[in-house]
């Protein structure tokens, strides 16, 4: 039951507006970087949430992976990202491909803060 469960919690992102509004860009390029890192998608749901008070609506992009998930969610008023990439270490240690992931998704957004956490997880 020992894994890896990494966040991020980005702001002041400096990427193009479309990947915190464009549900199906940022799918697309999130289970490209899953398959890019070496781990496996088995099932995949991206959601725009609606505008409000004139702002354009957030995203959250989920990725099933067989080793555990990936889930991004954005808030395009403040520029702001959430990151979150489990994987279970069960019949081998995928880590190395949990952290590739999230470098290559904080490429997407490079933003100018980052609070990044990593919790061991298991026993």
């Known amino acids: 039951m ?18 915190l509004v464009d549900a199906n860009r ?28 004139g702002s354009a609506g957030g995203v959250t992009a989920t990725v099933l992976l067989a080793e555990s998930h990936l889930c991004v969610h954005t808030w395009p008023e403040k520029n702001a990202v959430t990151l979150d990439v489990y994987v279970c270490n069960f019949g081998g240690d995928h880590s190395t491909k949990a952290r590739a992931l999230m470098a290559a998704l904080m490429q997407i957004f490079l933003p100018g803060k980052a609070a990044v956490n990593a919790l061991e997880r298991g026993v």
């Open 26 to 53: 940022l799918g697309a390029a999130c289970v490209q970087a899953v398959k890019d890192s070496g781990l496996q998608a088995v099932a995949q749901l991206f959601h725009t949430f609606p505008a409000a008070d």
């Open 2 to 19: 020992q894994g890896l469960h990494l966040t991020a919690d980005l702001s002041d992102c400096k990427c193009d507006a479309a990947w």
